[in-house]
Nanobody, 114 residues
Framework: QVQLVESGGGLVQPGGSLTLSCAASGNIFGINAMGWYRQAPGNERELVAMFIGNGIKYSDSAKGRFTIARDNGKNTVSLQMNSLKPEDTAVYYC?????????WGQGTQVTVSS
């Protein structure tokens, strides 16, 4: 059993910052990918930032504003989000891809509004 617990979402004004965190627990072996997706109302779920193998992938909208970091020893991943825009409003999901398959967190709401 694998669990992902996210924290750090909330309401922030445009131009502000938030940091999301995700902690994975359970039978975790062979991490192939770990990172973040988001889904805004009426939109499909989209990749935001991801550790894939030894590399990092960012969406075009995240490049230059968001920074993903991980602690392999603690199986945690974080997403530092700066210069937030109203269009960043979405539910953000932690994602973990193991040998046995993909796992998702429950999601944390990020709302960017004045």
């Amino acid at each position: 059993q694998v669990q992902l617990v996210e924290s750090g979402g909330g309401l922030v004004q445009p131009g502000g910052s938030l940091t999301l965190s995700c902690a994975a627990s359970g039978n975790i072996f062979g991490i192939n990918a770990m990172g973040w997706y988001r889904q805004a109302p009426g939109n499909e779920r989209e990749l935001v930032a991801m550790f894939i193998g030894n590399g990092i992938k960012y969406s075009d909208s995240a490049k230059g504003r968001f920074t993903i970091a991980r602690d392999n020893g603690k199986n945690t991943v974080s997403l530092q989000m700066n210069s937030l825009k109203p269009e960043d409003t979405a539910v953000y999901y932690c994602y973990l891809l193991l040998r046995q398959g993909p796992f998702w967190g429950q999601g944390t709401q990020v709302t960017v509004s004045s």
